[in-house]
């Protein structure tokens, strides 16, 4: 039997092997144990909020979109769900050779209540092979549109957690990009975009800003903070979101606001709450 003091009691060594986490020989590497640290630091923010779904009588369930070979669904069921009797984990992935890893994967681990679709995050709102309810919503790294995608279908599912590390902010850059000429007639603050770097930097961070802001318009409680040290990922953003029913008085007007401001009126439906 394998010990290393930072793996749980009952985790699947085959997963973590499937996951690289440990070696084909069974040994933990200093990348590994980099890789295992991050893991656990995420699912230090998950798991309580999964406690709080497991009531008696309570079946939860967690969509994970943009999945890729669904590394945080399985770290996910086999730390929580696998210990218990209900739930189901839903991965959501576009591409078909990763969807099919993914069920060959569980097949063997014998994860029964996993199910990983082939589908498109904006495709996955409307399909019959997702309940109408989820009770968690998570996308880390999900690229393209696959973020704001994943926003929507959580409000369209009534989601009490949603879980973002956000990635892929282009389309807010691209339109301060072109439209940079138009903005320096209405305001100085296009100086904060001026340079094509900062037009990328600042971008990313009007772009969760503006998420953030859709959430709370929607009656969610924010908590934003860093998901490991930067020397790890540039892509470092947190966003935990939780539904309290109230929204915070002034987001959505602020949300318009700033759009007009940066010249951003265009993507009032991407952000619309």
Known sequence: MLAFPEIRLGQSI????ELHILTRDGKLNQDSRRKLKQVYHLCHFIEPLLAELDTPGSHPTLADHGAGKSYLGFILY??????????????VEARPELVEHARGLAGRLG????????????????????????DMVTALHACDTATDDAIRFA???QARFIILVPCCQAEVAAVLRARKNESFARTP??????HPIHTREFGSQVTNALRC?????????????????????LKNELIIARYTGTARSNAAARLEEILHLLNLDELHARFSP
């Open 155 to 157: 409000l369209h599912k």
């Open 78 to 91: 086999d730390l929580f769900f696998k210990g218990r009797t209900t739930g189901h984990v839903y991965g």
């Open 189 to 194: 603050l296009a100086e904060l975009w001026r």
């Open 14 to 17: 085959e997963l973590l092997k």
């Open 111 to 134: 994860f029964a209540r996993m199910s990983f679709l082939n589908l498109r995050v904006e495709d996955a709102i409307d399909s019959p092979e997702l309940p109408a309810r989820i």
């Open 213 to 233: 802001l859709q959430l709370e318009a929607r009656g969610y409680q924010l908590t934003v903070t860093e998901l490991v040290g930067w020397e790890h990922s």
